[in-house]
């Protein structure tokens, strides 16, 4: 399985669709892809403020809270507290608003076109090597906590806070991470 690293420091910082705020793009497919013609893009988004979340028509949205802190999104009029690491789903054309609790936060957000790919997101704390089974989706790593090896194929990389990989469904069908100290990941699997 061949892996992509994606350092922290060269993620491109971009405005909200609606202005509204900024986001730090991780990575988008294909490649190049504009607000309007991704299949899915992957962002950690800068909450600074109260305020209305961009509108997306035809994307399903799935949201991971950054620690610290806490928000509590209003989405189509339903109220919802989020703690750091908790994941929530909404459709794209969801009016949602975020109101802060103690100060700024931000998210780690997965964009899919609707009808072209979906996935899963989930938290997963490594205290000791793991070994992970793929089933031909393509899994990207985001490290929240802590710093983790990825192998695959002989092929390593090292992953430190807010890093990422992506690791493309190949001949294994499995590969390993390794915690340098107790890690907290963002494990995404996409399936087209």
Do not use: H
């Amino acid at each position: 399985m061949p892996i992509t690293y994606f350092p922290a420091a060269g993620y491109r910082r971009m405005p909200w669709k609606n202005g509204a705020g900024t986001t730090t793009e991780i990575a988008v497919s294909p490649a190049g892809s504009g607000l309007d013609e991704f299949d899915w893009r992957l962002a950690i988004a800068d909450l600074e403020r109260s305020g209305p979340f961009s509108s997306f028509p035809g994307v399903d949205r799935l949201l991971m809270l950054l620690p610290p802190g806490e928000v509590t999104l209003e989405i189509d009029g339903r109220q919802r507290t989020m703690a750091p690491l908790d994941v929530i789903a909404f459709a794209g054309e969801s009016v949602v608003l975020a109101s802060l609790g103690s100060g700024p936060a931000r998210d780690l957000n997965l964009m899919l076109r609707r009808g072209r790919v979906e996935a899963t997101m989930a938290t997963v704390t490594l205290d000791a090597e793991r070994r992970v089974a793929v089933d031909g989706s393509l899994i990207v790593l985001c490290v929240i906590e802590g710093a983790i090896e990825v192998e695959s194929n002989g092929a390593r990389v090292v992953l430190e806070a807010l890093d990422s990989a992506l690791v493309e469904p190949g001949e294994s069908r499995d590969f390993t991470l390794r915690p340098a100290r107790r890690a907290v990941v963002a494990a995404i699997a996409i399936r087209a």
